[in-house]
């Protein structure tokens, strides 16, 4: 759905539930993030979340494993570890029963690779597959994280490239090379978890995913609700190899024009910025990483962190005063 639609629809519903008589909801509609948050006692908070999709890739176990690691990363971008999950399916009638069971057991596999526990579902019969997972996860409240601590002067920091979305839509379209799809499967497949733990023993001022509106969408979100400006520099940003490739050939799926158009008006490109690099930084991303504002003093230890522990991450701009975002390019063609 359009964000600003969705802003518009549950704006109305905010009144029915006034934060003064919920005091023990740390995050929920006034406090739109990525996941619900309430505090249980002084030492104990749960994260709630769902997100669910139609297929992304053509085999059925892989997809499963996405959707599920996808449905739990808004708990890694609160801070948080999962503890429960639920199935939620839609299936067609007609779905032959071994695909059902291999999409079911990619998700169940990612959950207890993540140290959670799969407890139930709920299925319905659906003219497309759909798959994905509500999920529970726990954290103290004093080391939840947020879209709204950045402050000036800190690095940002991106813990997966960007380009599934776009590698994706190829693959839909026949047209992905094969040497694209098995990095961009692996990255959907990848956890957040490590990167959630590297990030909380170092310390940052504020953390989210980055998957549907895009890298300039849910950084924009950042910006926002810190009250200060996103500056990314284009050459720093990392992509998946073939990402830049299907921009030049306009593969772009419907999400990348849907997120401009909310988002650019909060966006300054730099001159000499392509159109087809503009809209592929506002193009969707399925189980992306996080997107991390992290203290000056901070920065070199936790990209050592990173490198120590064999995960990747990118530094690729800094926060300043101000609002929005920019997107600079010194080396422009």
């Given at each position: 759905?359009?964000?600003?639609?969705?802003?518009?629809v549950?704006?109305?519903?905010?009144?029915?539930?006034?934060?003064?008589?919920?005091?023990?909801?740390?995050?929920?509609?006034?406090?739109?993030?990525?996941?619900?948050?309430?505090?249980?006692t002084?030492?104990?908070?749960?994260?709630?979340?769902?997100?669910?999709?139609?297929?992304?890739?053509d085999?059925p176990?892989?997809?499963?494993?996405?959707?599920?690691?996808?449905?739990?990363?808004?708990?890694?971008a609160?801070?948080?570890?999962?503890?429960?999950?639920?199935?939620?399916?839609?299936?067609?009638?007609?779905?032959?029963?071994?695909?059902?069971?291999?999409?079911?057991?990619?998700?169940?596999?990612?959950v207890a690779?993540a140290?959670?526990?799969?407890?139930?579902g709920?299925?319905?019969?659906?003219?497309?597959?759909?798959?994905?997972?509500?999920?529970?996860?726990?954290?103290?409240?004093d080391?939840?994280?947020?879209?709204?601590?950045?402050?000036?002067?800190?690095?940002?920091?991106?813990?997966?490239?960007?380009?599934?979305?776009?590698?994706?839509?190829?693959?839909?379209?026949?047209?992905?090379?094969?040497?694209h799809?098995?990095?961009?499967?692996?990255?959907?497949?990848?956890?957040?978890?490590?990167a959630t733990?590297?990030?909380?023993?170092?310390?940052?001022?504020?953390c989210?995913?980055?998957?549907?509106?895009?890298?300039?969408g849910?950084?924009?979100?950042?910006?926002?609700?810190?009250?200060?400006?996103?500056?990314?520099?284009?050459?720093?940003?990392?992509?998946?190899?073939?990402?830049?490739?299907?921009?030049?050939?306009?593969?772009f799926?419907?999400?990348?024009?849907?997120?401009?158009?909310c988002?650019?008006?909060?966006?300054?490109?730099?001159?000499?910025?392509?159109?087809?690099?503009?809209?592929?930084l506002f193009?969707?991303?399925?189980?992306?990483?996080?997107?991390?504002?992290?203290?000056?003093e901070?920065?070199?230890?936790?990209?050592?962190r990173?490198?120590?522990?064999?995960?990747f991450?990118?530094?690729?701009?800094?926060?300043?005063?101000?609002?929005?975002?920019?997107?600079?390019?010194?080396?422009?063609?």
């Amino acid at each position: 759905m359009d964000p600003m639609v969705l802003a518009q629809v549950l704006r109305p519903l905010q009144g029915l539930f006034p934060a003064a008589q919920h005091p023990n909801v740390l995050v929920g509609l006034h406090v739109s993030d990525d996941a619900a948050v309430y505090k249980i006692t002084d030492n104990v908070a749960v994260i709630q979340t769902l997100d669910f999709f139609t297929p992304v890739v053509d085999d059925p176990y892989d997809y499963g494993a996405i959707a599920a690691t996808n449905a739990m990363s808004d708990i890694y971008a609160m801070g948080g570890e999962v503890a429960l999950a639920m199935n939620i399916c839609g299936f067609p009638k007609d779905l032959p029963i071994e695909m059902i069971s291999e999409i079911l057991r990619g998700g169940a596999e990612k959950v207890a690779e993540a140290g959670g526990v799969l407890v139930g579902g709920h299925t319905v019969d659906d003219k497309e597959p759909k798959y994905g997972l509500s999920v529970m996860g726990v954290i103290h409240p004093d080391k939840l994280l947020t879209k709204a601590g950045a402050k000036a002067g800190d690095v940002l920091v991106l813990t997966k490239p960007l380009g599934v979305g776009i590698i994706t839509t190829a693959l839909k379209a026949d047209v992905a090379e094969p040497q694209h799809i098995a990095p961009a499967i692996a990255s959907m497949k990848l956890l957040n978890r490590e990167a959630t733990r590297l990030i909380q023993e170092v310390g940052v001022h504020a953390c989210t995913d980055i998957t549907g509106f895009s890298l300039l969408g849910h950084g924009s979100e950042m910006a926002e609700k810190s009250g200060v400006q996103l500056c990314f520099s284009l050459e720093q940003i990392p992509f998946l190899d073939g990402a830049r490739q299907y921009a030049e050939e306009w593969l772009f799926p419907g999400g990348s024009c849907r997120n401009q158009r909310c988002y650019q008006d909060s966006v300054h490109f730099a001159p000499g910025i392509s159109d087809e690099m503009q809209l592929l930084l506002f193009t969707p991303e399925t189980s992306g990483g996080l997107l991390v504002a992290v203290p000056p003093e901070h920065a070199n230890l936790l990209t050592t962190r990173f490198a120590e522990s064999g995960h990747f991450c990118a530094i690729i701009g800094d926060v300043q005063e101000g609002e929005g975002i920019q997107v600079i390019y010194s080396n422009p063609a």
